[in-house]
C-alpha cells in the first residue's frame, strides 16, 4: 500500500470517528425541558389553609346564618366561635351581631345545593347601589314591604358593608328553597334563582372577583339544576320586565364565554 492510499484510508477513518463522535454526542444533547405552567390555585374552595392564610377577623352576621355556617364559611370549628364569642346559646345568632374570628381562613362560600325540580332559570341582578350586602338589602326589602326580607337567593357583595369584594352570601330563601321577590315578569319568583351583584352597572364595571365568583356560582348552580345557558337571563331580559338591570356595563359576552 502506498503513502498515498494510507493517508486516503486515515482520513476516511477520521470522517468516520468524526460523524459517530458527532451523532452520539447529538443523542446525548439534553432535552430542553419546558417550564411547567404554574398550578391553577382553586380560588373559591381550597381544601387546606395553612396558618399563614389565617387572620383574626370580625364578621357580622348575615340574615339566615347559623354558627355552623359561620364556621364553614372560615374553617373554624362552632366550639372555637362559641367560646369566642362567650355565645350562650349558639342557635341564637341576630342579623347584623358582630362575631371575633381568630384564625379565620380566607371566607369561602358555603352554597348548599337541594334536590329539587323548581328552579329552570336564573336571573342576574344589579343592586343599582354602590354599597350594600345581604343585610342592608334585607333591611331595605323588608322596608319596602317584602315581609320575608331580602328577596334574592345570592347576594355578590363588592367590598362594601363589612363584606369582601367577590363574597358570596347565601339568602335565608335560597336555605329555605321558598320563592323569590326579584322578578314578577314571566313568573320568575317561583322559578329563577336570583342573584344580586352589588353595585350599579349603568354606570361602572363589575369587579373582575365578582365576576369570577358569580362564574362559580351560576357554574354549580346550572348543572345541578340542568339549566341550560339560554335560560341565564339578566333582569331586563325577561320577556314583560322593563328594566335595564344588571345594567349597560354588565359583562355579558365575557361571562358566557365561561359557562
Ligand atoms: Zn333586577
Known sequence: MDILTQTKKLK????????????????????????????????ITPEIFPPGMRSNIVHVVAPGETVWRIGKMYDVS??????????????MLEKGQRLNISQAAPVRPVVTLYPSKKW???????????????????????????????????????????KLDGQIEVSPRWIKQEDGAHCKAGNMNCRAIGICLVGNFSQERVSLKQIDSLIYLVNRLRKYYKIPKKNILGHGQVKGANTECPGSKFPWADFKSKL
Not at 362552632?78 to 342557635?91: D, F, Q
Open 78 to 91: 362552632i366550639e372555637h366561635i362559641v367560646r369566642e364569642n362567650k355565645l350562650k346559646n349558639s342557635s
Open 12 to 43: 476516511c477513518i477520521c470522517l468516520i470517528i468524526f460523524l459517530v463522535l458527532s451523532l452520539s454526542s447529538c443523542s446525548r444533547a439534553p432535552v430542553r425541558k419546558t417550564m411547567p405552567l404554574p398550578p391553577i390555585q382553586p380560588r
Open 120 to 162: 329552570k332559570y336564573i336571573i342576574i341582578h344589579h343592586s343599582a347601589t354602590d354599597s350594600g350586602s345581604a343585610l342592608g338589602f334585607d333591611k331595605s326589602h323588608q322596608a319596602r314591604g317584602f315581609n320575608r326580607g331580602l328577596g334574592y337567593d345570592f347576594v355578590i357583595a363588592n367590598g362594601t358593608a363589612d
